[in-house]
């Protein structure tokens, strides 16, 4: 197994338990997180961390259906919930050579998904929830 794919292991075993305590290790100090609430990327690794910590809690359900790959990069399709409103969408993720993210990038439909999304992470993040 590459230093990638453990890397992609180590991710999917943290969804699976919803369990970030490992996630800075994880990522790359130089980190990149692109996200469709916001027009230019976040960049290092304690944005990419709380961002991705606080999705945990706010996208119930959250469930991982396919993978594809091109060897450092693999997007992942999900679905879940924010309230009521079910969304789809994709993690695009890629690794260094260090099996460290360094690029995180998040798609999401419907707009509607995407708008209760943006409002639940910013109640999450600024701590008014």
């Given at each position: 197994m590459t230093r990638m794919e453990e890397g992609l292991a180590q991710?999917?075993?943290m969804i699976a338990e919803m369990d970030f305590s490992g996630l800075r290790d994880l990522?790359?100090?130089d980190v990149k997180f692109y996200s469709p609430a916001f027009w230019k990327p976040r960049e290092g690794r304690e944005n990419a961390f709380n961002i991705?910590?606080?999705a945990?809690?706010?996208?119930?359900?959250f469930t991982y259906h396919r993978q594809m790959t091109d060897g450092s990069t693999w997007t992942l399709e999900f679905s879940a919930h924010v309230g009521e409103m079910?969304?789809?969408?994709?993690?695009i993720i890629r690794f260094n050579s260090e099996g460290?993210?360094?690029?995180f990038e998040v798609m999401i439909r419907p707009a509607t998904g995407l708008q209760a999304v943006g409002a639940a992470m910013a109640k999450q993040l600024t701590g008014k929830s």
């Open positions: 991710w999917h075993r990522l790359a100090e991705l910590r606080a945990g809690k706010v996208l119930d359900g079910s969304v789809k969408g994709v993690d460290k993210i360094s690029e």
